[in-house]
């Protein structure tokens, strides 16, 4: 429109000074034009390169790199046409059962993707499929996709347009949802891949051991008691700077002397209580003699899946590590954390609510670190598959949701099958190649909850 604009308002010079002034712009509408007689009248110019011709420099192969039938494309298994489309949704709907059950739940699994947005989910998946092999990627579904509801929940801060960890926590967890759990003589948990005292795990109501850093003398017996099962990362949390820590001999961040690690012992009984730091201590606990579990696995904040093992495509298509795949240090995994918490939440008559955080999905979209986040999610999804293993649809209410948004987006036309973590295709701005998934690390209004019941 620039160029349109040019010939419009510059009367006075002589139609040749114009013509030269602009030529660059008269080359550019020439190409549209030819363009658009070439390809039977579509000009749009931007679409993808296909990735074998990326760096290519060749404008017509560009253009058009998408082929009309779906079943003609490099890779395919199976004829799309509209028949394939047309079987496969009425597949999906006759495998729909859904059973509605008009009952308090006895169970109750809450799962939270810190800054899990629409635009992580639909990576995660296609990273998922193209990570097991899938022919294109986009055709995988998480396991928490095949829920029978799903709902949307408008969300906002009491003093700020966007929520955060700290505001939006208090909503699904403050007031008296966690005492209704307490008076009921439920068993509580809270797993995180995060520190525990970090920001949705520590909330009061959920009886956490944050008061207890803050002196609420009253409550300390009340808050750190009350939790069967504590997981995750920051040991430093809990315990005082004379203290050096068991893995990396850094000194703790308390300046009150307290040792809070010392201070659970001592108020457990301890033949069904144990303290464990490491993978190994956690996966030889056996659930049937115990009762209660603190399980500290990091200084900080537990390690990333990527950095956690040797081949972090093997947890994909596993949805677990063996040991041969993992660091000799590495941390157990979110689904491992959540096995062993409801094996022995679940010894409870009157049932359990048990918090399981994939922490670190924000983190790595703070550091826009797209792939860690993607496969943190793929972690958390597959936690969400243990758990249903391990409960029944009708007795457990298990809910999948995330507490914000991060602003990473799908950006492009990118072919279908293309690698999500790749280019997606040339800039018209600049003439570089740009990335598929693009970010940073502000927050953004958007929660998605997805029910089994």
């Not at 602009?22 to 007689?37: D, E, F, K, Q, T």
């Not at 987006?409 to 990335?435: H, M």
Request: proline residues 4%.
């Amino acid at each position: 429109m620039k160029c349109f604009g040019v010939f419009l308002f510059l009367g006075k010079e002589s139609k040749w000074q114009i013509l030269w002034r602009h030529s660059h712009c008269i080359s550019a509408i020439i190409l549209l034009l030819l363009v658009g007689l070439i390809g039977g009248g579509d000009a749009h110019i931007h679409r993808p390169r296909p990735r074998s011709q990326m760096l290519d420099n060749s404008a017509e192969d560009w253009m058009h790199s998408f082929k009309p039938n779906p079943k003609e494309r490099a890779g395919s298994v199976k004829s799309e046409d509209s028949t394939f489309w047309y079987n496969h949704a009425q597949n999906s709907l006759r495998s729909q059962k859904v059973n509605m059950i008009e009952r308090v739940a006895k169970n109750v699994i809450f799962f939270l993707g810190d800054g899990m947005s629409f635009a992580t989910i639909t990576a995660a998946r296609i990273f998922k499929g193209q990570l097991e092999g899938s022919p294109f990627g986009e055709e995988a579904e998480l396991n928490f996709e095949h829920f029978p509801h799903i709902g949307l929940s408008k969300s906002f801060c009491v003093d700020s347009q966007v929520a955060d960890s700290a505001c939006s926590s208090t909503a699904y967890m403050g007031g008296t949802k966690g005492n209704i759990a307490t008076a009921a003589g439920k068993a509580t948990g809270i797993i995180t891949t995060t520190r525990v005292t970090h920001g949705k795990p520590h909330q009061p109501e959920l009886m956490h051991i944050r008061l207890i850093e803050i002196g609420k003398t009253t409550r300390q017996d009340y808050q750190i008691m009350s939790l069967k099962v504590i997981m995750g990362g920051g040991r430093r949390e809990l315990t005082p700077s004379s203290v050096m820590d068991v893995e990396n001999q850094r000194p703790g961040r308390r300046e009150d002397g307290k040792n809070l690690i010392e201070y659970w012992l001592k108020g457990k009984p301890p033949k069904s209580s144990k303290y464990v730091w490491n993978r190994d201590q956690l996966m030889s606990i056996n659930a049937s003699q115990v009762d209660n579990v603190l399980g500290l696995f990091a200084h900080d904040h537990m390690d990333y899946v990527t950095d956690a093992g040797k081949c972090f495509p093997c947890f994909v298509k596993s949805q677990g590590m063996k040991s041969r795949d993992l660091h000799a240090n590495a941390d157990p995994s979110l689904p491992e954390m959540t096995k062993v918490a409801i094996d022995i939440l679940s010894k409870n008559p009157n049932g359990f609510v048990l918090f399981v955080e994939g922490g670190r999905i924000d983190h790595a979209h703070h550091s826009t670190k797209a792939q860690k986040a993607l496969v943190e999610t793929i972690a958390l999804d597959a936690a969400v598959a243990a758990a249903l293993e391990m409960t029944s649809e009708q007795d457990t209410l298990t809910i999948v949701t995330a507490d914000h948004s991060h602003v990473m987006t799908i950006s492009g036309y990118a072919q279908r099958g293309n690698p999500i973590l790749g280019f997606s295709g040339i800039s018209d701005v600049d003439d570089l190649p740009y990335t598929t998934l693009r970010g940073s690390e502000l927050f953004a209004n958007e929660w998605v909850i997805i029910l089994q019941h």
